[in-house]
């Protein structure tokens, strides 16, 4: 990463206000946003008025996430699975996600060959596997096959105090940035029902403490508001997906500052497409009892003053749906809400202030639009109108 580059007469969209100006980066970090000129040796991108907005982060991604089979994920030898997740990571970069957090999945490995620039990828921050408790959303197998838990690609089973502080520490240990649990049941998972919590009060907070005492945090699977409820008083910080939130549920997130992460997409994308990705009869069942509540739960926690995220949580094939999450998630709540959801949110979600938008100090991730996505949100997540991605000071679609 090295170098200047500088977009002249660009219309700036952060965080609900437009400005006309030219942005200089340099070195990855942008040096200056106004009335600034190239400099010799620039890299110049003309944006003739067109709208740049900042990177976009996806809260919810499964680079390892390459099928709908969990189970079948974990017998896949993992070289494979790591070039899989490498052209995943590509795609997405290409659509304009310059982060991602993956949330179930991802390791130090796939970290250092992301930031030794073996592979063009978004900025990525991994929790490592997911934990499950046995039965829980985590659990692949079947209630008819005898074999051990599984530690897996993107998660691992594992009960008891003892055993889930042990577990917390080694994925601090090796780079991870947070701690996913799965809370409540799931839909592709095949032994628990939806709504029921998951992981006692003790096992929870054991993984909160030891997470908190390094300075990270806990992300949650979550549907139902006594899975949530459950999960925030434990000290989970993010809720992922909350698609059966409701309003007491949603006030207890907002006074324990958690936030919500939803993932609209995923159930959409299941709902149109599951049967012909291999999404068993029980797990379409599944999804229909969360499917259409997902925009409600957003109008939900947006009335309590929840601070709200933007995921996607699309594994497989399903992940080319990557941005009709935005015109989703849009739907539910507004252009404005939902760029802030998918820049500024999500960058406080990660704890990083550098991430998120375009100022002088920031990570010089953008991307121009053809249009102002206020008045034509199309701009945003039609994948077939012309963008041009720049992550790190660098043009890479």
Request: aromatic fraction near 4%.
């Amino acid at each position: 990463m090295s170098g200047a580059l500088t977009i002249t007469d660009a219309a700036i969209l952060d965080d609900g206000r437009v400005s006309a100006a030219s942005i200089r980066t340099v070195d990855g970090r942008i040096e200056a946003v106004g009335a600034v000129e190239p400099q010799d040796g620039d890299t110049v991108v003309h944006a003739h008025g067109r709208t740049v907005i900042p990177g976009l982060i996806d809260a919810h991604f499964h680079a390892y996430g390459i099928g709908l089979d969990a189970f079948g994920i974990d017998q896949t030898p993992m070289s494979y699975v790591a070039l899989a997740a490498g052209q995943r990571l590509r795609r997405a970069l290409a659509r304009g996600f310059t982060t991602v957090r993956d949330v179930a999945g991802g390791d130090i490995g796939l970290a250092r060959a992301i930031e030794a620039g073996l592979i063009p990828a978004p900025r990525y921050f991994y929790s490592g596997a997911a934990l499950s408790q046995t039965g829980g959303h985590g659990d692949p197998r079947p209630a008819d096959l005898g074999s051990c838990a599984l530690s897996g690609h993107i998660t691992e089973v594992v009960d008891g105090v003892d055993a889930v502080r042990t577990a917390v520490r080694d994925r601090l240990r090796t780079g991870a940035h947070c701690i996913k649990v799965m809370a409540s049941g799931g839909v592709v998972s095949p032994t628990d029902p939806i709504r029921l919590p998951q992981y006692s009060e003790q096992e929870l907070e054991a993984i909160c403490t030891e997470a908190a005492r390094r300075h990270s945090y806990v992300a949650a699977h979550a549907y139902s508001p006594e899975s949530i409820v459950h999960a925030v008083r434990a000290g989970v910080r993010t809720i992922e997906h909350g698609n059966l939130l409701d309003a007491a549920a949603a006030q207890e997130m907002a006074t324990h500052g958690a936030f919500l992460v939803p993932t609209l997409v995923a159930y959409d994308a299941m709902n149109r497409r599951g049967a012909a990705v291999g999404l068993s009869e029980d797990g379409q069942e599944k999804n229909r009892q969360v499917f259409h509540a997902g925009q409600e739960a957003i109008t939900t926690a947006r009335a309590a003053g929840v601070a709200i995220g933007f995921g996607t949580d699309l594994m497989g094939d399903l992940e080319d749906d990557q941005l009709l999450g935005m015109r989703l998630q849009i739907e539910a709540d507004g252009v404005d809400n939902v760029l802030r959801s998918a820049t500024r949110v999500n960058a406080d979600i990660l704890g990083r202030e550098d991430l998120g938008r375009i100022a002088p100090g920031a990570v010089a991730d953008m991307i121009i639009l053809d249009a102002d996505p206020r008045t034509d949100a199309a701009a945003l997540w039609d994948e077939s109108r012309p963008r041009t991605v720049i992550r790190a000071g660098t043009v890479v679609g």
